[in-house]
């Protein structure tokens, strides 16, 4: 009888090899945009790490754009289609914006539906950039409220043995 072959040793980071976990569930859909990811705690239960080991694979995550963290109440997938960080819109500002932006400086004609990309990418990229960072703040709070109405809505059940039996 011949000795079952051993595993061959993972030679990754176990913070890298908790994080590729995590980003594979992401993006197969286990973890939708908005939800909120498990605790460091629950990670570290997870892949049998260190606390900090745990934070180290959600901060490579975070570093991806593949989630973000808001203090005091924890990470939570990010919106983005491609999960590559960056924007997957292809926006191009109207034309009175743009106009109405270039006031003060030496204007260039823009023709109407034509976007002057070069004054206007920027600022755009900054507004959609801190639009994005409050809606997630908004998704984490709404995820929050349903958390709360859920455990309102179970205190308000009567205990099974309700009404009692006589």
Not at 5 to 19: G, I, N, T, V
Not at 37 to 66: I, K
């Amino acid at each position: 009888m011949t000795p079952a072959p051993e595993k061959k040793q993972d030679r990754r980071p176990p913070y890298q090899h908790a994080a590729d976990e995590l980003r594979r569930d992401i993006k197969q859909g286990r973890f939708k945009p908005g939800e909120q990811m498990p605790s460091v705690r629950e990670l570290q239960e997870r892949f049998g790490v260190a606390n900090m080991t745990a934070r180290s694979a959600l901060n490579v995550l975070r570093d991806e754009g593949l989630i973000y963290t808001i203090h005091g109440r924890g990470s939570f997938v990010a919106d983005v289609a491609d999960h590559t960080g960056e924007f997957t819109i292809d926006y191009n500002a109207p034309a009175w914006y743009l106009a109405k932006k270039g006031k003060g400086e030496p204007d260039e004609e823009v023709e109407e539906g034509e976007p002057d990309n070069e004054s206007a990418g920027s600022s755009l990229i900054e507004l959609l950039a801190s639009l994005r960072d409050e809606i997630r703040a908004l998704s984490a709070e709404h995820q929050e409220l349903r958390r709360e109405v859920d455990a309102l809505k179970k205190a308000q059940q009567p205990p099974p043995s309700w009404p009692p039996q006589s």
